[in-house]
């Protein structure tokens, strides 16, 4: 069965440190998608990033990186200098290649980034 | 433009009664889902319907009844609303990963907020 699991439930950071949010996922599909979603206080969901699993490359965006890794099932996300803005609930996300439609969403994230 | 827009974003009702939220997408893609998202932020897909056929249905109970009158659209209506209902639900779209280029990510309303008192 596909699950995500996000064990760091509430991370508190003062401004400019580095952060990384841990996501594990399961699943016995060859093909699937991983995703992060941000949900600020405002309370809406924003799109990240999506990774296929064939794509095991890393990805840098700005000050977010995205370090994929098969052997551990995980795919965690990393802030550099964070910034009060970045403070919100971070999901991590999954679909499976059998079953594109349904996302399955760990428990989330709470970021805090304090000045 | 709002490409994925909910009312009402609040509702507040009483134990019993039956309300509705509505959601539509002006983005052009096929699939719609509801998102139930409660008091931990916990969210679960609730439905998901693709060019107006429902194609997932998470053993949500039969209070709740979506209704896509067309692939635009996608209206959720809840009977006899008990407390636990209580949570914000969020519509999404998709256009799938069929598409070269797709992200194949969802693009979220703003979410509803449902009180049951």
């Known amino acids: 069965a596909q699950k995500v699991t996000q064990a760091q439930t509430e991370i508190s950071v003062v401004e400019k440190e580095d952060v990384t949010l841990d996501c594990v996922y399961e699943t016995r599909d060859t093909t699937y998608y991983l995703f992060w979603y941000k949900q600020p206080p405002s309370g809406e969901l924003v799109f990240l990033i999506r990774?296929?699993?064939?794509?095991?490359q890393n990805e840098i965006s700005g000050r977010y990186s995205w370090n994929f890794q098969k052997s551990t099932s995980s795919f965690n996300f990393t802030i550099t200098a964070s910034q009060v803005v970045d403070s919100a609930v971070y999901f991590c996300a999954l679909s499976e290649g059998s079953d594109t439609d349904k996302l399955i969403f760990g428990t989330g994230t709470r970021l805090q980034v304090f000045p | 433009d709002t490409a994925v827009s909910q009312t009402p974003k609040y509702l507040v009702t009483q134990m019993g009664n039956d309300k509705s939220i509505k959601c539509e997408q002006n983005?052009?893609?096929?699939?719609m889902y509801w998102y139930k998202q409660d008091s931990k932020k916990f969210l679960k897909i609730m439905f998901s319907?693709?060019?107006?056929?429902?194609?997932i249905n998470e053993t949500v109970p039969n209070r709740f009844s979506p209704k896509s009158p067309d692939k635009a659209h996608l209206n959720l209506h809840i009977n006899s609303l008990e407390l636990g209902d209580s949570a914000v639900y969020f519509c999404?779209?998709?256009?799938?990963?069929?598409?070269?280029?797709?992200?194949?990510?969802?693009?979220f309303g703003e979410g509803s907020r449902l009180t049951v008192l």
């Open positions: 990774r296929n699993s064939f794509d095991e």
């Open positions: 999404a779209s998709s256009q799938g990963y069929e598409l070269a280029g797709n992200t194949g990510e969802l693009f």
């Open positions: 319907y693709n060019n107006k056929e429902l194609i």
């Open positions: 983005l052009g893609h096929d699939t």
